[in-house]
């Protein structure tokens, strides 16, 4: 079946770039999400990605994606400590229908 | 304008309760979808409704079960709780099916003791 796998940690100091990694086994994907999750809270769509596309930024955001490898990774430039939380990478192959997620990557950010 | 609502934020239940859990969409949003997270993992596809019918399913037990209603609002009814069954709920909108952004409520926290 479908798989999303994701790093489980990460930590960067505020102000560097973070790179959170994801890769899915399900070729057929043509929809990729990144949703972020603070402490207690539902989820945030922070972007989203057609397959068919090689990169989406969108201001501190750059998804990179290669199809090839099935892989997604998130850049967030000048990363703040408002940004630690967790991300989730999620695919559909019938856009949001239905969605499936990785176990998320935790972000930590060091003052 | 508001986002996804749900009720309620949390509530605690016993072994063998029902339990029920309510989501209103963004206002214009016609489908519904719902879905488990248990602490530490990611969420997990439980149902999905547009125009009040069941477009989708996930795997989980004939205890889970839900509807949507005519204003496009939805229920999740859980049957004969188990301790497996504590998770985040959480409900998330779309205008359409297949089509658009999935946009998550805050969720609602059952606790089955």
């Known amino acids: 079946g479908e798989d999303v796998e994701q790093s489980l940690f990460l930590s960067v100091r505020e102000g560097d770039s973070s790179v959170i990694n994801c890769t899915y086994t399900?070729?057929?994907?043509?929809?990729l999400y990144w949703y972020k999750q603070e402490p207690g809270a539902g989820l945030q769509l922070l972007t989203y990605?057609?397959?068919?596309?090689d990169m989406k930024q969108d201001q501190r955001l750059t998804v990179l994606l290669n199809k090839k490898d099935k892989h997604l990774s998130l850049r967030i430039a000048d990363t703040q400590t408002g940004d630690s939380a967790i991300y989730f990478c999620?695919?559909?192959?019938?856009?949001?229908?239905?969605?499936?997620f990785g176990k998320g990557t935790r972000l930590s950010v060091i003052a | 304008d508001a986002g996804v609502t749900q009720s309620p934020t949390h509530l605690i239940k016993t072994r063998g309760q029902h339990v029920t859990l309510r989501c209103s969409p963004i206002?214009?949003?016609?489908?519904v979808s719902w879905y488990q997270q248990v602490l530490g993992q990611g969420p997990q596809f439980i149902f999905q409704?547009?125009?009040?019918?069941?477009?989708g399913r996930g795997n989980f037990p004939d205890r889970f079960s839900a509807r949507q209603f005519p204003n496009y609002s939805s229920e999740l009814n859980v049957n004969a709780l188990l301790l497996g069954d504590s998770a985040l709920y959480l409900c998330?909108?779309?205008?359409?099916?297949?089509?658009?952004?999935?946009?998550f409520g805050e969720g609602s926290r059952l606790t089955v003791l």
């Open positions: 998330a909108s779309s205008w359409k099916q297949g089509v658009g952004e999935l946009f």
């Open positions: 399900d070729s057929s994907s043509t929809y």
């Open positions: 990605i057609f397959s068919n596309m």
């Open positions: 999620a695919e559909s192959t019938e856009g949001n229908t239905p969605l499936v």
């Open positions: 206002s214009g949003h016609k489908s």
């Open positions: 409704y547009y125009e009040k019918e069941e477009r």
